[in-house]
């Protein structure tokens, strides 16, 4: 059974930056297509951003030159860098398939909290 597993939010300023990571327990998860999502307080789930096998990027217009989404094959990990945080980024961030693939059991997440 795939585990995902992300890391790395907490609480920043606006304005501020984190960098979220996920694996995939046991595997290597930069050979998939492969999303971020986040699911803020009353709100469905969305994706923010996707990558494909092939390494195509695309990301979600409120996120659009403020993330980055990045892979290391050697360390068999994905990245979400986020820069100029804004209130509305608040919410609980998951990694999964990207949209078209039979997603996998969701993670625990990482909570981002951008707050003065």
């Known amino acids: 059974q795939k585990l995902l597993v992300e890391s790395g939010g907490g609480l920043v300023q606006p304005g501020g930056s984190l960098t979220l990571s996920c694996v995939l327990s046991?595997?290597?998860?930069?050979?998939?297509?492969m999303a971020w999502y986040r699911q803020a307080p009353g709100k469905r789930r969305e994706a923010v951003a996707s990558?494909?096998?092939?390494?195509?990027?695309t990301y979600t217009n409120s996120v659009k030159g403020r993330f980055t989404f990045s892979r290391d094959n050697d360390k068999k990990m994905i990245y979400l860098q986020m820069k100029n945080l804004k209130p509305e980024d608040t919410a609980v961030y998951y990694c999964?398939?990207?949209?078209?693939?039979?997603?996998?059991?969701w993670g625990q997440g990482t909570q981002v909290t951008v707050s003065s």
């Open positions: 999964n398939r990207a949209a078209g693939w039979n997603l996998w059991p």
């Open positions: 990558i494909t096998d092939g390494g195509i990027i």
């Open positions: 046991g595997s290597d998860i930069t050979i998939y297509s």
